[in-house]
């Protein structure tokens, strides 16, 4: 089968820095995708990755490790706004299906 | 405006009942998607179309049945409603089976 795990809650300060982790065994690989979702919200796209390293987007860097099955969500300058759940989701390259990680909420204390 | 559209935003019906939600997207992608969303979070895709013809078609039951009339619109018919169909339903789409999805603003059904 199929599995995707992240920590279920994270709670951080305003202004620090949270990296959240994203461990996946699954019998395909196409890239890894983090998406955010604020609660009664859809997800919204925030990085892709697909080889090695890290990869940087302003607050926001996502690091991925093919031969360990591992990526991380690294958020900087930690806002008020950035408390939501951060989903993983793997893109198997058989039929191009993602499958998401239950997510990771991230709730931010001032 | 408005990238991924879908109708209604709340549905509340009774067990037994015929419901459709309706996915519309202006963005001329090509893949649409339909997704499950328990209490739980946990998303799980439904369907897939690209270009109008269907590519995934997960375990779902049969009471469950999409159509695309044109390749902007995704519409999801559900027959025989049942309380555990009570979830947040999700439409996307993409440009391709590569690409990062773009969501709707989800569809709360609850069934009673």
């Known amino acids: 089968g199929q599995n995707i795990d992240q920590p279920t809650e994270m709670t951080a300060t305003e202004g620090a820095i949270v990296q959240i982790n994203c461990t996946y065994q699954t019998s395909g690989f196409n890239g890894l995708f983090w998406y955010q979702q604020h609660a009664g919200e859809a997800p919204t796209f925030l990085s892709y990755n697909v080889l090695d390293g890290l990869e940087e987007k302003g607050r926001f860097s996502s690091f991925l490790s093919r031969s360990k099955g591992y990526s991380y969500l690294l958020l900087k300058e930690l806002q008020m706004k950035d408390s939501a759940s951060y989903l993983c989701?793997?893109?198997?390259?058989?039929?191009?299906?993602?499958?998401w990680g239950a997510g990771t909420k991230l709730i931010i204390k001032p | 405006d408005t990238a991924v559209s879908q109708t209604p935003k709340y549905l509340v019906t009774q067990m037994g009942n015929d419901k459709s939600i309706k996915c519309e997207q202006n963005?001329?992608?090509?893949?649409m998607y339909w997704y499950k969303q328990d209490s739980k979070k946990f998303l799980k895709i439904m369907f897939s179309?690209?270009?109008?013809?269907?590519?995934i078609n997960e375990t779902v039951p049969n009471r469950f049945s999409p159509k695309s009339p044109d390749k902007a619109h995704l519409n999801l018919h559900i027959n025989s409603l049942e309380l555990g169909d009570s979830a947040v339903y999700f439409c996307?789409?993409?440009?391709?089976?590569?690409?990062?999805?773009?969501f709707g603003p989800g569809t709360r059904l609850t069934v009673t």
């Open positions: 963005l001329g992608h090509d893949t």
């Open positions: 179309y690209n270009n109008k013809e269907l590519i």
């Open positions: 996307a789409s993409s440009p391709g089976t590569l690409y990062e999805q773009y």
């Open positions: 989701a793997v893109l198997m390259d058989s039929n191009y299906q993602l499958i």
